[in-house]
């Protein structure tokens, strides 16, 4: 098993930054792929950015390319997105999810363990 806490959203205004992170517990973490999800109000589940067990694979959506990034510390656990220049289209609940393989990933259903998620809120 796996335990995933996210901490790092609030409110802030459009054209902030925040760095979400992402605390994970249990079995191995360097051997696991991890990813960034986001939910808003009314809206699917969807990916934001994820990373492979050593960082080195990246893949981002387009609304989060140069502008967030993705990254990890595998000797403290823990995976980071630093989001810059908020705009209000980011408000959401930002999920950090865990897959129990080293390649990168997607998909809702590639991930095998889901924190509570962060809200972001981003007022114009």
């Known amino acids: 098993q796996v335990q995933l806490v996210e901490s790092g959203g609030g409110l802030v205004q459009a054209g902030a930054s925040l760095r979400l992170s992402c605390a994970a517990s249990g079995r191995t973490f360097s051997s696991q792929a991890m990813g960034w999800f986001r939910q808003a109000t009314g809206k699917k589940r969807e990916v934001v950015a994820a990373c492979s067990w050593g960082g080195s694979t990246t893949y981002y959506s387009e609304s989060a390319k140069g502008r967030f990034t993705i990254s990890r510390d595998n000797a403290k656990n823990t995976v980071y997105l630093q989001m810059n220049s908020l705009n209000t289209e980011a408000t959401a609940l930002y999920y950090c999810?865990?897959?129990?393989?080293?390649?990168?990933?997607?998909?809702?259903?590639?991930?095998?363990?889901w924190g509570q998620g962060t809200q972001v809120t981003v007022s114009s």
């Open positions: 999810a865990a897959r129990t393989s080293s390649t990168i990933a997607t998909i809702y259903s590639a991930y095998d363990y």
